[in-house]
């Protein structure tokens, strides 16, 4: 199908080395990571020098120069390979980006260098054990005391939680302001951090190879100057001014996957033999795979059109939900359909068909549940 996207000669020759990559660094790997529970600190090493962090980050901060394009194709390729541990695409377009837009220079000079080579390794911390999707119900407070904030509460749910150690917090450093007001980001730095406690890694149905945690904060000193932004209670609307680029890259992970179930399963169908013919040959089986090439086909077209809404920078929170709800609905009932058609071997969990139907799940929870993102839109109409 043909892309909306201009990809240019850089952009493919990316592709193919990311493309070699994970063939080579990540696919071999991807069974002892789903037993570990956690890739490798090395597999982020290898991926900042060969340039896969960071893609679209200025050089003078260590990154790779590129465009958003660069992290699309980086992400594509991942997908492809069947990689789903690292979290990259979390790390290089979701949360670099909040230090690229909200960080002073001194702290783009103290903490990108590090992320583009993979010494850092981030994660951002929204999500309460009572607050959900809700943002505004923050509680983790930070107060200040001196040239410090006195952080106290928890995170859960954190992505990357066991490995990483930069880390953003979204905390309250107004207690008596309500809702959305007095809410701040303040980044820290784990390693050796006084008062910071890492969680079990919880146990998930799916996603085995990518570490989620709870995150603990008690009395946790942090100095003033780790907020972002030029003043404390913006934290609410910078998060709110970043989650249509967060819900954008959930959905072309939701469109990748898409059409690598697609690919495995019309392989699969073609091969498989029941009664006497190919399960391909049956009209059923036909019509389901016309159905689903189709969707892949509407997704991605929709997804391109987005991605280049961000490019220009007009991708409104209106885009950036209806991606999400479109891709990742899809998503799950494309893949559905998939195990479907791989009959009783679609439930095992050696099928490459079986990890991916476990792993699409949360795709409608997290970044905001699918029902989160059906009252942004609704509200806009």
Known sequence: MERLLEFSEEHNLLRDAAARFFEREAVPHNEQWERDGVVSKEIWLKAG?????????????????????????????????????????????????????????????????????????????????????????????????????????????ISNGQLSNLHILAARTDRE????????????????????????????????????????FNDVRVPVENLLGDAEG????????????????????????????????????????????????????????AEMKTDVAATRTFMDHCINLLDQGHLTADDGAMAKLWATERQCKLVDECVQLHGGYGYMAEYQIARLWVNSRPQRIYGGTSEVMKDIIGRSI
């Open 177 to 216: 302001a309500k809702g959305a007001k007095g809410i701040s980001l303040i980044v820290l730095e784990l390693d050796g951090l006084e008062g910071f406690e890492r969680g079990r890694n919880l146990e998930k149905v799916g996603m085995h190879a990518q570490d989620t945690s709870e995150l603990f």
């Open 234 to 289: 913006q934290g609410f609307y910078q998060m709110m001014e970043m989650l249509p680029q967060e819900r954008l890259v959930l959905a072309i992970d939701g469109v990748n996957v898409m059409e690598l179930a697609l690919e495995i399963t019309a392989d699969y169908v073609k091969d498989r033999k029941a009664f006497g013919k190919t399960i391909a040959d049956f009209q059923n089986t036909r019509f389901k795979l």
């Open 49 to 157: 020098t060969a340039g896969l962090l960071c893609a679209d980050q200025d050089p003078d901060y260590g990154g790779g120069g590129g465009d958003f394009l660069h992290q699309v194709v980086i992400m594509e390729e991942m997908a492809k390979s069947g990689t789903y541990g690292p979290g990259f695409g979390l790390h290089s377009a979701i949360i670099v980006p909040y230090i690229q837009k909200y960080g002073n220079e001194a702290q783009k000079k103290r903490w990108l260098p590090g992320c583009a080579s993979g010494e850092f390794i981030t994660s951002i911390g929204m999500t309460e054990p009572a607050g959900g999707s809700d943002l505004q119900a923050v509680k983790t407070s930070a107060v200040r005391d001196g040239d410090h904030y006195v952080i106290n509460g928890s995170k859960t749910f």
